[in-house]
């Protein structure tokens, strides 16, 4: 995997420059039959005539990267509980050899003059990390493009191509439930899954050239004056959180921290422990809830912990529904991050 130095802060109201700040690498992801190539063959032919229609020419070169472009089947992602032995699913080396492949092929093209169209489920967030470490390797950042599809929806969809193509198109109903439970949704928090923009199921075409219009001013860099705003529901976010954001970042993770410790005293190994939400809520406010593990945690383990979450975070990188992130926000995501890195780890 690329060694990938962090980057300083970024935001989303940043100016463009033509190609020097732009993104030339489009990351699609979804669930396993949400519509993933349909919408990657709608950016490609928007991006397609964005680019023929420019004036002056533009200077970009477009490619569309796939299972399909690169001859991966999808038996390669067949991971289903009831045909295959713990050791074979736990290896899957088809799968790491089919990442290897489109990773070559990503490479081979990208550069601060093309644009790049990854399609596919690109679930695991850390595929998405390593190709995020490639671009910016490369000075061509990435962006996400993720399909939203209703879990039912993307079921009935497989199901109905099960039924009425032979199979071919579809997933086993096993490997189909075992992609959905695998899947890591994007989180904008992070450097590698953002800026962040998203087209559902339900969009028709005009929102959905709406938000390729979006993509497309992030990657070309059309207005160095513009402002990008990916969608409705992404705002800028503002890193003064009733101080400075680092300032706050570090002051409620070492807060969640020592809480952490004391309850686990009073706990013993395991169980849960509840943290108030605001720092300083002991008078049963809103809690957080975090699951501790079968042994108990020390203060240097509860650190690395902690300078990870930091690390990922320090940035100031963050899409927000509303407003500012609020320091209780920061506590929720810490500890959520907790609770994920505890289950992990085992």
């Known amino acids: 995997m690329p060694v990938c130095p962090p980057p300083p802060p970024l935001t989303i109201n940043y100016q463009l420059d033509h190609l020097t700040n732009s993104y030339q690498l489009i990351i699609l992801t979804g669930l ?3 519509g993933k190539s349909h919408r990657a063959a709608q950016l490609q032919t928007y991006l397609a005539e964005r680019i023929a229609s420019s004036n002056p020419p533009s200077p970009y070169r477009l490619h569309l990267i ?16 009831s045909s295959l ?13 089919a990442r290897a492949s489109i990773y070559a092929a990503v490479k081979r093209v990208l550069s601060p003059k093309d644009i790049v169209i990854l399609d596919g489920m690109n679930y695991i967030k850390g595929w998405r990390y390593q190709l995020h470490c490639e671009a910016k390797n490369l000075a061509t950042p990435s962006v996400i493009l993720q399909i939203g599809c209703p879990v039912d929806k993307a079921r009935e969809i497989n199901e109905e191509r099960l039924r009425t193509e032979g199979g071919v198109e579809g997933y086993s109903t ?6 959905v439970f695998r899947y890591e949704e994007p989180n904008p928090m992070t450097r590698w899954d953002s800026p962040l923009f998203t087209v559902i199921w339900d969009d028709d075409e005009e929102q959905a050239r709406r938000v ?4 497309w001013d992030s990657v070309a860099g059309e207005g160095a004056k513009k402002k990008v705003i990916p969608n409705k529901s992404t705002v800028q976010r503002d890193k003064d959180p009733g101080g400075d954001y680092l300032y706050v970042l570090e002051k409620e993770t070492q807060d969640i921290v020592k809480r952490i410790l004391e309850k686990q005293n009073e706990a013993g190994e395991g169980g ?12 049963g406010g809103e809690e957080l809830v ?5 042994r108990k945690l020390g203060l240097a383990q509860l650190q690395r912990y902690r300078r990870a979450f930091v690390g ?3 940035g100031g990188i963050g899409l927000e529904e509303v407003g500012k992130l609020a320091a209780g926000r920061l506590r929720e995501s810490f500890v959520g991050y907790l609770n994920d890195a505890f289950e992990k780890d085992g």
């Open 32 to 34: 396993p039959t949400s």
């Open 66 to 81: 796939s299972d399909e472009t690169q001859s991966v089947s999808r038996t390669v992602y067949d991971l289903d509980p």
């Open 85 to 97: 032995p713990a050791h074979v699913r736990s290896a899957n080396a088809s799968e790491k050899d």
């Open 174 to 179: 096993g490997n189909w439930d075992n992609l």
């Open 212 to 215: 390729y219009e979006q993509i």
């Open 272 to 283: 849960t422990v509840r943290l108030p939400k605001v720092n300083g809520g002991d008078d």
């Open 290 to 294: 975090l699951e501790l593990p079968g």
């Open 312 to 314: 990922l975070n320090r």
